[in-house]
């Protein structure tokens, strides 16, 4: 192979990507979690509705382990926490939603969220910084009652991690690359020889 041929090649294995970066969906077992007595999970754990409650002032579906509950194991490249919301705020409410994840460590606030009125959506939560020390997770969900009134609720759905494998190299492209940095080991040997 001559060399004005050997240095694009070389030049095109480098640029070649090693690998593609799948990610994987981790659904959370909502069944796992501590339930207020107004608070309905479904039966797979795939899902919960919280309902306002005379007797609370805050109506609780958590996994903290802060407080001894079994928390989230954090995956091996965790990407993101991410979940579905529906809010519904009775008529004169002023009450509020609030999702927050806790650090197993320390109980501190990693992320959250809040919500002062009817609304639906979807969060996402980046979560690829945080302290690798961190091996579980605490999630909360809180319905809040400012009012006298006790017709709120809140549902959540769709409850899942993501976290990503990191690329792993093509055996073809290590071996394009392997040859490419070979052949170069070859020429730069041959002119030394010269």
């Known amino acids: 192979m001559n060399k004005s041929m050997l240095i694009p090649l070389l030049v095109f294995s480098l640029l070649l990507p090693f690998g593609t970066l799948s990610a994987t969906t981790i659904p959370i077992d909502l069944t796992k979690f501590y339930a207020d007595p107004t608070v ?12 306002e409650d005379q007797n609370l002032i805050t109506v609780l579906l958590s996994n ?8 989230i194991p954090v995956p091996l490249g965790l990407l993101t926490l991410a979940f579905n919301y529906s809010f519904s705020e009775g008529g004169n409410n002023g009450d509020n939603f609030y999702a927050k994840v806790f650090d197993e460590v320390t109980g501190g606030i990693v992320k959250d969220f809040s919500l002062d009125s009817t609304g639906a959506g979807g969060v996402s939560w980046d979560l690829t910084g ?13 319905l809040n009652s400012n009012d006298s009134f006790f017709d709120s609720f809140v549902n959540v759905n769709t409850v899942q991690m993501e976290a990503g494998t990191a690329a792993v190299p093509e055996p073809s492209t290590l071996i394009l690359l392997g040859s490419g940095l070979a052949s170069l080991l070859g020429i730069g040997r041959k002119k030394l020889l010269h």
């Open 130 to 142: 945080i302290d690798p020390k961190i091996k579980l997770l605490g999630l909360e969900f809180q």
């Open 40 to 51: 309905v999970v479904a039966l797979d754990g795939s899902s919960a509705t919280l309902y």
């Open 64 to 71: 903290d382990p802060f407080f001894g509950e079994p928390g």
